[in-house]
């Protein structure tokens, strides 16, 4: 894929910011990619008001990244321990992403060896791969904000060059997740679910059709789609947890986490 420019159309100080974000960072020879809404610009050609800008890290390199940027004289905080850094100049902030709200998507290797080209207001950039960005995106289903649209919107664009051997192995036991976002994208685009090989189809439903019983049925996975939304589950039902029982998430974690609720719900 050829080297593409994703420009922004934010002010001069908020250019000035990001810009100087970027060369610092490179200069001080830290890993990292743009994701967030400009690589959603890449790879489906969809802009959109980006209030901020998503730096993807691995969490070995994010305290460093968070060294050089204080040592530029900027404000760095890590609100969400285990996926979440920020960096901060007056009321503008970039987010610095390790891992995601629910544990399940560690940035790591892989993220970097398939990163793509690209450019951001004359930085050169490396971008979150497209199989990555679907991943991570596809347990997104909170109630103030659901990314099925942008996986439905990432297989128009690019199905038919996904590495859907890697996509697979991603999900791992969580493949469900992704059968689910596929059988939605066959009924959101009749015209486009040849974009979906067969065989992973087939082989996502011979997965399914072939699962055994748990050994348990206590256990709620629904807080790794929503941190909010199965709250019930837990506190009046008595499931577990799967971010603590699958040890994706540590208490301490988890109640950081679920405390931020409040913030995040519409005013």
């Not at 679910?193 to 992973?200: I, M, N």
């Not at 029982?245 to 519409?266: C, F, H, N, Y």
Request: negative net charge; glycine residues 6%; contains cysteine.
């Amino acid at each position: 894929m050829h080297s593409a420019s994703i420009e922004p159309p934010f002010d001069e100080d908020t250019h000035a910011f990001y810009r100087d974000v970027l060369t610092t960072l490179r200069d001080e020879g830290v890993p990292f990619l743009l994701g967030g809404g400009y690589a959603m610009r890449h790879w489906t050609g969809i802009s959109r008001d980006s209030k901020d800008l998503d730096l993807f890290v691995t969490e070995e390199d994010c305290p460093r990244a968070l060294a050089v940027m204080r040592a530029r004289g900027y404000l760095t905080t890590t609100p969400f321990p285990h996926w979440l850094s920020k960096i901060y100049w007056e009321d503008l902030y970039v987010d610095v992403i390790f891992n995601s709200g629910n544990g399940l998507t560690r940035v790591d290797s892989l993220w970097f060896e398939h990163a793509v080209d690209g450019r951001l207001l004359g930085v050169p950039v490396k971008i979150c791969p497209a199989e990555e960005t679907v991943w991570s995106k596809s347990f997104v289903i909170e109630r103030e904000r659901c990314d099925a649209a942008d996986v439905a919107h990432l297989l128009r664009a690019r199905g038919d060059t996904l590495d859907w051997d890697r996509l697979l192995a991603r999900f791992g036991d969580h493949r469900r997740v992704l059968f689910a976002h596929l059988v939605l994208f066959g009924f959101i685009y009749p015209g486009e679910a040849h974009k979906v090989p067969r065989r992973v189809l087939d082989e996502l439903y011979a997965n399914l059709s072939n699962e055994q019983p748990p050994a348990d049925d206590d256990l709620c996975k629904g807080t790794l789609l929503s941190r909010a939304q199965f709250l019930v589950d837990l506190e009046r039902w008595g499931y577990r947890d799967a971010r603590t029982a699958l040890g994706v998430m540590r208490e301490s974690a988890v109640d950081i986490w679920t405390a931020a609720i409040a913030d995040s719900k519409p005013r």
